[in-house]
């Protein structure tokens, strides 16, 4: 029996793409090269199948050129705002992504971004790797410690509660604000609050961990940042469309906000510019799920939704 054929639109990890090669005839990217809508509409005539990234957008206007023959867009995310899950449904597609991997990867890296904001981590190794270090002063780099402190998370999901768990950790109270309460035995103690206006003003630390979308686009702007406590940091590993740029930079210039750690930007990978000179952001690259076990996780995932659809199962990440 024919291996059905799938297009891979980015490089992958060895071990995905190995299972990749033994169980498709795979249209592979080795060289990574990012795709233009055309491309990515050229590169599909003749696939079965999609295994795209959060990197390649999918609109109505791209999903309607695909080639009848394209049944399933499975994506290596968590995240799925790149794809117009309408357009799929109407032209038949199953298009699945790959939750619940990348939780405690994604975690770990709001407590650096925590960290390093707290305590002016980008400052200090800038400082030494430049040969600025002159001597040991006590008024010199003063951050901000995290016992004591409350942690006020949007969002208290999986990571969401992944972050409170290492947060606890450090000695940190937490505070948060979802969609709707959750069972006792989760909160584990969180003080909820039901709406966003309510749990600022408590925060001194805040992690953004609220999905995309426009419901959430820009819910951290000059008005809320407002509501937050003199000094307050900022940590986002969620989406980058939740912060408004501008009111953010703005804040971190006055010194209305002590420091931001983000991983995760609008636009990426063309950043605000306002953000490289900014001595009191701490910036990564969206690694958030950068770890050799969870990418590899992601990729398996992903093709456990194809393996499962093409054998005429139901694909068990479906949204649609």
Same mark, same amino acid.
């Given at each position: 029996m024919a291996k059905p054929r799938l297009f891979v639109t980015r490089l992958l990890p060895d071990a995905v793409e190995e299972r990749i090669r033994r169980d498709y005839d795979a249209i592979l990217n080795p060289e990574d090269r990012p795709y233009t809508p055309d491309d990515l509409v050229r590169l599909a005539a003749g696939v079965d199948g999609i295994l795209t990234t959060s990197a390649e957008k999918w609109p109505a206007e791209i999903i309607a050129r695909l080639p009848e023959r394209v049944r399933i867009i499975a994506s290596f995310s968590v995240g799925y705002e790149?794809? +117009?899950?309408e357009a799929c449904r109407k032209r038949g597609i199953v298009?699945?992504?790959?939750? +619940?991997v990348l939780t405690e990867a994604t975690a770990d890296i709001a407590m650096l971004c925590l960290l390093g904001a707290a305590r002016r981590a980008w400052e200090a190794e800038t400082m030494l790797r430049q040969r600025r270090w002159e001597r040991w002063k006590s008024t010199e780099l003063l951050?901000?410690?995290l016992s004591g402190r409350v942690l006020g998370i949007v969002g208290m999901g999986r990571i969401g509660l992944a972050t409170a768990r290492?947060?606890?950790g450090f000695g940190m109270v937490i505070h948060y604000h979802n969609r709707r309460r959750l069972p006792a035995d989760k909160e584990e103690g969180a003080v909820y609050h039901a709406t966003l206006e309510e749990l600022l003003p408590h925060c001194h630390f805040l992690s953004l961990n609220a999905p995309g979308g426009a419901e959430t686009h820009h819910l951290l702007d000059a008005r809320t940042i407002e509501l937050l406590p003199q000094g307050a940091v900022v940590v986002n590993t969620a989406r980058g469309t939740l912060i408004d740029d501008e009111a953010l930079i703005a804040a971190l210039r006055s010194g209305r906000l002590f420091a931001a750690g983000l991983d995760v930007f609008a636009g990426e990978p063309n950043i605000h510019p306002g953000y490289y000179d900014l001595p009191n952001c701490f910036l990564l690259p969206h690694?958030?799920?950068?770890?050799?076990?969870?990418?590899?996780?992601m990729g398996f995932r992903a093709? +456990?939704?194809l393996d499962a659809f093409f054998a005429g199962r139901p694909a068990p990440d479906a949204l649609t």
């Open positions: 790149h794809i +117009d899950l298009a699945t992504n790959t939750p +619940d951050g901000l410690e290492r947060a606890r690694i958030g799920s950068a770890t050799i076990e969870t990418r590899n996780a093709l +456990d939704n």
